[in-house]
């Protein structure tokens, strides 16, 4: 018999606003995520610009409001100019981060594009490897700049008249890593980042920049990283970024869901990180963190080792999720949630194909992935400000994180709207939990619906032929009497439990 878990519901409660870029995503020039997943002039859905037309449709309805392109490792090989201009004149180039043809036939102009069309914001990304704060100074000139010199009137003879208006840029990518091309040393990376920030906004004063962090908690110069890197550009950066991909490589369940603990050690570790560099500088700039790739990542790597080199969008990273992979996409979104004062970027990495919430078929079908359906929830209903819950839950004990609690959750509430929201993931896989809130302060609000989102079997998972297994039902039982709410969360679930105010 498991105890029941609490919580409170208090608007004192409050973690901080929640920035709407929290629900981002990436597309990067890898495997099938641009070719034959966005983009597939050939495949029936597809529009005059050879954009997927069902593809977009699921975009949509999971609701990003920021992807992040074009990379990833690739950014640190590309040469931006191979993507605009007419297609035919296009150059193929050997693609060394991920050992690809890179054909060119879609690039920046076509991504900005597709944007508009998802109802989505750009976030681009410069190549820090092999090129520099030149190469990046006249990607934002072509990208920002009116009219009347050489770049902004190339964007404009290349078709689009008004600028793009990229107003947030990621410095380079995971740059602390040995595997990246033209990878650096903290010491490196921080002046560079220092001289790119500095020329970039010499063309555009009103952008933004995410400095790379670390590309995961594990690296040996963590958080010595961040410490340099900042100490050199804090001045001239707002983000810095943080990577994490999880998965079940020991096969032990409940060792998998307790690894977004690791997330949020990760958060706070990076956020005190920050805040030394700001007191150290006698800094005013609060510097906020953009966590810009996450996931669980680990279904597909050992098959990858056996995919020929020199393919044109070969089946790259295809992570098949099941349902065990969305309940810690559910802990990872409700860790982000905990962090919302200062996370204010993040991106599920990544969108289309290359372990993505959607999955196509080349010249055939789209479907959702399990992993579609809690980041869709949060992105829709997750908005306003995030409340702590104050959890007491029952624990179980993991080798390497200790006590883990049961409970993984938060909630969020619009005031405006006047909508709560409490998110939550029931660890146990062996039985229901019951818990039970005291939201005395929230008294004149109803339960509107309760969704879950669970499987008998952990390893279901969807194909193009069965894409409905994993489905979210409004079957819960969660119900407000007398400023408690009480719920009954399924074993191993994804809980929304939606509150309106009573008018
Ligand atoms: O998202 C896949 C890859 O993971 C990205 O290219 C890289 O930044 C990270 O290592």
């Known amino acids: 018999m498991v105890m029941p878990a609490q919580f409170t519901l208090h608007p004192e409660l409050e973690i901080g606003e929640i920035d709407p870029r929290l629900y981002g995503s990436f597309i990067e020039h890898l495997g099938r995520a641009v070719y034959g997943g966005i983009y597939e002039p050939s495949n029936p859905s597809a529009d005059e610009n050879g954009f997927r037309q069902d593809v977009l449709k699921l ?66 990304a410069v190549n820090l490897g092999l090129r520099g704060a030149g190469a990046a100074r006249h990607l934002v000139e072509y990208c920002n700049h009116s ?38 040393t903290a010491e490196e990376y921080g002046r560079l980042a220092c001289e790119t920030a500095k020329v970039m906004k010499g063309v555009d004063p009103r952008i933004e920049f995410v400095a790379c962090g670390s590309s995961s908690s594990k690296m040996p110069t963590f958080p010595e990283w961040e410490m340099t890197v900042l ?114 970027i993040a991106c599920l990495a990544q969108l289309v194909n ?79 939990l019951v818990v039970e809130g005291d939201v005395r302060t929230f008294s004149d609000y109803r339960v509107v619906e309760h969704i879950t989102l669970t499987h008998p079997d952990l390893r279901a998972r969807h194909t193009a032929e069965s894409p409905n297994v994993i489905a979210p039902q409004r079957n819960g039982d969660a119900r407000l009497e007398a400023g408690v709410l009480r719920a009954l969360l399924p074993e191993a679930s994804w809980n929304v439990i939606r509150l309106a105010k009573l008018h």
Request: charged letters at 25%; proline letters at 4%; one cysteine or more.
């Open 147 to 184: 009219n009347g010199t050489y770049w902004s009137d190339l964007r404009i003879a290349n078709g689009f008249r008004d600028p793009h208006n990229i107003r947030v840029w990621c410095l380079g990518n995971e740059m602390d890593g040995e595997w990246q091309i033209g990878h650096k």
């Open 231 to 344: 100490d050199h550009a804090y001045e001239h950066v707002d983000y810095i970024s943080l990577h994490t991909y999880l998965g079940n490589e020991e096969n032990d369940t409940l060792h998998f869901l307790a690894k977004s603990l690791e997330m949020d050690r990760f958060i706070s570790t990076v956020v005190a990180v920050c805040d030394l560099v700001c007191a150290k500088k006698h800094g005013k700039k609060t510097i906020n963190l953009s966590f810009d790739e996450w996931n669980v990542w680990f279904h597909s790597r050992a098959g990858d080792e056996e995919i020929a080199p020199w393919q044109i969008a070969p089946p790259l990273l295809e992570d098949i999720y099941t349902m065990e992979d969305a309940l810690v996409v559910g802990c990872m979104l409700i860790t982000l949630l905990k962090h919302a004062d200062r996370v204010k």
């Open 59 to 124: 975009v949509k309805e999971l609701n990003v409001p920021i992807v992040r392109y074009p990379g990833g490792n690739f950014v640190s090989g590309y040469d931006w100019e191979d993507g605009i201009g007419p297609k035919h004149q296009r150059p193929r180039r050997l693609e060394l981060a991920w050992n690809s043809v890179e054909t060119n036939q879609f690039g920046t102009d076509e991504f900005v594009a597709w944007c508009r069309q998802a109802n989505t914001q750009p976030i681009l």
């Open 354 to 432: 290359v372990i993505a919430p959607i999955m196509t078929i080349n010249a055939g079908t789209c479907w959702r992935q399990s992993i579609f359906f809690p980041f869709a929830h949060a992105s829709r209903f997750g908005r306003g400000v995030a409340l702590n819950l104050n959890v007491r839950s029952p624990m179980y004990d993991d080798r390497k994180y200790g006590q883990v609690p049961y409970l993984e959750a938060a909630a969020t509430w619009d005031r405006e709207q006047g909508n709560i929201v409490v998110f939550a993931v029931n660890r146990n896989t062996d039985a229901a």
